[in-house]
């Protein structure tokens, strides 16, 4: 989804906002959330508050607010923003939608009880940073749910960025959570069907990493 990837923030807000004007009415990653945030909302605080980074469209924001959430979504495109706003009157959704880059939203510190950044791609100093202030961000017991394509990626066509430089190893991503347990790692092929821009077998990286209450 979008996000800054180490380019000048003027020309991604360029490319997204074409990409998702000429969809028209199209949601270019569809309208259903992604498979693996769904299958692990169970686990995150019932009516808490969310944070979904590069959330383009709004599937997932959308989604997570009618799951009983208090959704705030960023992204980089004001066309996206402009969408999710209007997926989430259209489902009868509250969600905060804003237009912001990532790399220099002011995360707060123990604000949410759940970050979401699915298929955002950064250059590795700059997604360390950040997922670093999202760890700090986390209220105590809070949950950072990371899926992102890994190097095997632009292999199968399906999908996600060319540049080898914004797709990432496990072992990196998981170096960015000190202060967390480690819920879930997993790097490998899983079907990804979201619109017509993710179609098919992609090679992921996940991670469900939980702010630790106490030291360990």
């Known amino acids: 989804m979008s996000g ?8 991604l807000k360029a490319f997204w906002n074409s990409r998702y004007a000429k969809a028209g009415d199209e949601y270019v990653y569809g309208t259903e959330p992604n498979a693996f945030l769904a299958a692990w909302a169970a686990k995150l605080a019932h009516g808490g508050r969310v944070l979904c980074v590069a ?18 979504a960023i992204d980089v495109s004001e066309e996206g923003v402009a969408k999710a706003r209007s997926l989430a009157a259209r489902e009868g959704a ?13 995360f707060g510190r123990s604000r949410y009880d759940a970050i979401v950044s699915i298929f955002l791609h950064l250059p590795a100093k700059a997604r360390r940073a950040t997922h670093r202030r999202a760890v700090e961000a986390l209220e105590p017991g809070g949950a950072f749910v990371y899926e992102a394509y ?8 399906t999908g996600g960025p060319p540049e080898p430089e914004l797709l990432h190893p ?7 959570f000190e202060g967390c347990t480690i819920e ?3 790097t490998g092929v899983r079907r ?3 619109g017509r821009a993710h179609q098919g ?7 469900i990493a939980r702010r630790r209450t106490a030291p360990a």
């Open 4 to 11: 800054t990837q180490g380019e000048p923030v003027a020309k």
């Open 55 to 72: 959330d383009g469209e709004g599937r997932n924001s959308v989604w997570l607010a009618k799951q009983g959430f208090r959704v705030t």
């Open 94 to 106: 509250k969600v905060d939608a804003q237009v912001a880059d990532v790399t220099r939203f002011d």
């Open 150 to 157: 890994g190097p095997e990626q632009p292999g199968y066509g």
């Open 170 to 176: 496990l072992a990196d991503v998981l170096g960015d």
């Open 184 to 186: 879930h790692a997993f």
């Open 192 to 194: 990804v069907l979201e």
């Open 201 to 207: 077998d992609g090679y992921v990286v996940q991670v």
